[in-house]
DNA sequence: CTTAATGCAAACGGTTTGCAGCCCT
DNA sequence: AGGGCTGCAAACCGTTTGCATTAAG
């Protein structure tokens, strides 16, 4: 069973449609080794199929993002970029000339313990995010 | 002397010049515990000052990013927070049900060193949220 | 067949911009 | 006095929404 069908019977256990704009947009997400913005998406996929409207796209990032499919993340600028939620939880180190995006493992498992301890919160989620110079960039 | 004349000081030093509507915004940037959005500025200062337009709120919190004298931050849906840079570097714990935010020590110095000698990049800055429920939010 | 999803157009909210006049330095 | 800063209005751009129609289950 190719990974497509996988993220098919995900949507489907959550009550999600499996329509032809989802399963484009899974796709293309798939397809990405970083996170994509509804622009990002509408743009790959409008030659091949001129309907497709960007509310669309937004209108299923965001039921994805309700069933837990995806996950929205502001890395640069205003605009949100969303990647499947494999399981596999991870951070960001960005390039800020080239905008070149590598994942990272996580080390602050021992941190949120201890937080929870110092502040009596609940912790349900983190993001973080590095900024940097590639060695490419950093060379000019 | 105060601390606004510190302030004052370090715009001055950058060739940004020192009008009422900047002394303003700096004022209630200072007073606040939390980072600000530019809205939540103009409305603390537009009774005051009815004049006073959100663009120019906008225009000079972009100045003083520009200055190194604020930073910006995406805590809480797509608006940006702004807050001084006091030179002590921290991140932010956020709860999502109010919207409390407590300001956290950073645990990366560490892991960012590691992460120049893994990856080649340049490590020019991070950001780091963490989202839970406050005492008070998670007994209900 | 029923109801959720889509196409389409229009609105929305945060942020930016162009321009004439104002006021720091 | 000169050039940056402001008030004001309008544009901009990412995102959302209302509604009639289409298509998934």
Redesign the pocket.
């Given at each position: 069973m190719g990974s497509l069908e996988l993220w098919?019977q995900k949507?489907?256990d959550k009550?999600?449609?499996?329509?032809?704009?989802?399963r484009m947009?899974i796709r293309v997400l798939l397809a990405s080794t970083r996170p994509l913005?509804?622009?990002d998406i509408f743009a790959k996929l409008q030659r091949d199929?001129?309907?497709?409207?960007?509310?669309?796209?937004?209108?299923?990032?965001?039921?994805f993002k309700d069933g837990k499919i995806v996950r929205?993340l502001?890395l640069t600028?205003?605009?949100?970029?969303f990647e499947l939620i494999d399981g596999n939880h991870h951070h960001h180190l960005i390039c800020i000339e080239c905008d070149d995006i590598i994942p990272l493992d996580c080390p602050l498992k021992d941190f949120e313990n201890k937080l929870k301890d110092d502040t009596g919160y609940t912790i349900l989620d983190h993001r973080m995010k590095i900024y940097g110079l590639c060695p490419n960039c950093k060379n000019y």
């Open positions: 098919e949507l489907k009550g999600i449609r499996w329509t032809k704009q989802r947009i913005s509804a622009q199929y001129p309907k497709l409207r960007l509310s669309t796209v937004y209108r299923n990032l965001n039921s929205s502001n600028g205003n605009e949100q970029k």
